[in-house]
């Protein structure tokens, strides 16, 4: 059909509360574009994907396979960002509308396959609404490309006393001003339109222009930098394996970019690219952990399997913040720069960003994993981790314990899914030797890559794989109100 251009706010809005409201009604109102849409559907359609934690953030039924991002920092260290996105989608179930999580900059268009499509977006709810000339259907394809620009918006962290999503470090003393984003667990829609939910994990394209002197990096292999108006550069980085939005690194800063010999810890020993970024300026010794990246990338895929992407390697940023296992990417404040954190959000980059998440309430499958490597990467270095492992259960016993699944946003990362959680992964071993337990990590990685997963799958997989006593111990450590004893042999 020819399809109307409908760019008014006003009337989608109104088409779609005529479309939910008056139902099959509305078709004789505005017939030029109502018999597309299948009206009695349409709230069903635009559901939220349901998360425990997060029950408003994505859409129940899409599915996006690739956002190919072309987005411009004309001006580091403020918070105006411009760009177009272009997400590739398809679904589950049929979508009359797409419902993306969208805080952040002025929407300026939205084009279907190319057409112009009539949108709504509202930047205090979150949501930028777009309507198809006919619903999204299971098998098909289509590409979305929004176009935005202005400030990036806000999203306070459910628990810390910071702001996730995209960060403006501005220009202070003789540092340059920077940007980075932090987005765990739904700051990636403070400045791009996605399915912000780790259930629905996606590959990226990830052009940045930045101005005369700077450079981009971001989750993924460099592609291409190539030279931009003013002095300016352009850099692309593509991000061949699906990660969660939330892991999804991008920088832009004065840097010096490391390169390190590569690493064959890749699928059938394939070469691991390693770069590091440092914000020059930063103190030389800021630079020391990052020496072991390399060997701690052998220690882990021994545990866990081939390490899961093309590349790694860290961007340090300067404010004091928590540092986060951006996939490909770890985003390493110089505060935390050190080989304990860098083991830790090493770990992630198998569980987190390539094991992802089907529900928020689950964390502790990634904080519990990525603790546990600590104590890994110690018992490598020759210790017997039996101090570690002490500590972990003083400090549990210290607070009040909760079963491991999170009831509410404030418990997400409390110490229960860190410390409670590696625990959980200690009972499980000693039930078993440690042939057993490498095997069966290295089974949950290659088995769950694909598909997101719960502490329920957990527990089945542990008692198919090692037996009813293994999993009576995850169990436990799991799900009781109390304190379980010290797991020993
Ligand atoms: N996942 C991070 C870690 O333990 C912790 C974290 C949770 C975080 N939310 C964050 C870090 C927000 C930075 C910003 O490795
Ligand atoms: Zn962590």
Do not use: C
Not at 60 to 65: N, Q
Not at 87 to 110: A, I, K, W
Not at 371 to 392: F, H, I, K, N, P
Not at 398 to 408: C, E, F, K
């Amino acid at each position: 059909m020819t399809y109307t251009t409908v760019r008014s706010s006003w009337r989608l809005s109104s088409l779609l509360a005529l479309a939910l409201l008056a139902g099959a009604q509305a078709q004789t109102v505005i017939p030029a574009v109502i018999p597309t849409l299948p009206p009695p559907s349409a709230s069903v359609a635009a559901a939220p994907i349901g998360d425990s934690i997060f029950p408003a953030l994505g859409q129940a039924g899409l599915d996006v396979l690739n956002y190919d991002l072309d987005l411009t920092v004309d001006r580091p260290g403020t918070s105006e960002l411009r760009g177009t996105v272009v997400l590739t989608v398809t679904s589950t179930q049929p979508l009359p509308v797409l419902s993306l999580d969208f805080l952040g900059p002025q929407v300026l268009e939205v084009r279907w396959n190319g057409l112009p499509a009539p949108y709504r977006h509202d930047q205090t709810v979150g949501k930028l609404i777009v309507e198809p000339p006919q619903s999204l259907l299971p098998g098909t394809k289509a590409e979305v490309t929004v176009r935005f620009a202005g400030q990036v918006g806000v999203r306070p962290d459910p628990d810390l006393p910071i702001n996730v999503g995209w960060q403006a470090v501005p220009a202070l003393g003789g540092r340059v001003g920077a940007n980075f984003t932090l987005s765990e667990p739904d700051g990636t829609r403070t400045f791009l339109p996605v399915n912000d939910h780790p259930s629905d994990p996606a590959t990226f394209t990830t052009r940045i222009t930045v101005p005369a002197g700077y450079t981009a990096a971001a989750s993924g292999v460099q592609r291409s930098e190539v030279a931009a108006p003013n002095g300016g550069r352009t850099f692309t980085f593509e991000q061949a394996q699906p990660i969660p939005t939330y892991t999804l690194a991008i920088h832009v800063n004065r840097f010096e970019r490391v390169d390190s010999a590569a690493v064959p810890v890749g699928e059938g020993g394939a070469d691991v690219i390693r770069r590091d970024y440092f914000p020059v300026g930063v103190p030389a010794d800021t630079r020391d952990a990052y020496v072991s990246t390399g060997e701690i990338l052998k220690v882990l895929a021994d545990w866990f399997g081939p390490y899961p992407f093309s590349a790694y390697g860290s961007a340090i940023v300067t404010p004091r913040i928590p540092a986060l296992e951006t996939a490909t990417l770890s985003t390493m404040p110089v505060t935390s720069s050190n080989v304990r954190v860098l083991v830790h959000e090493t770990a992630h980059q198998w569980f987190g960003d390539r094991v992802t998440l089907a529900d928020w309430s689950g964390v502790w499958l990634n904080e519990g994993f990525a603790t546990y490597a600590e104590l890994l990467w110690a018992q490598a270095q020759g210790e017997t981790g039996d101090d570690m492992v002490r500590g972990w259960y003083a400090r549990v016993g210290r607070s009040q314990t909760r079963p491991l699944v999170a009831t509410t946003e404030s418990q997400l990362f409390e110490t229960t899914a860190y410390i409670r959680g590696a625990l959980a992964l200690q009972a499980v071993r000693v039930t078993v030797d440690d042939t057993a337990f490498k095997a069966y990590l290295r089974g949950w990685v290659s088995g769950f890559s694909s598909q997101p997963v719960t502490t329920a799958d957990l527990l089945t997989y542990t008692r198919t794989r090692l037996g009813a006593k293994a999993e009576a111990a995850l169990r436990l450590w799991a799900e009781s109100p109390e304190l379980p004893p010290l797991p020993q042999r």
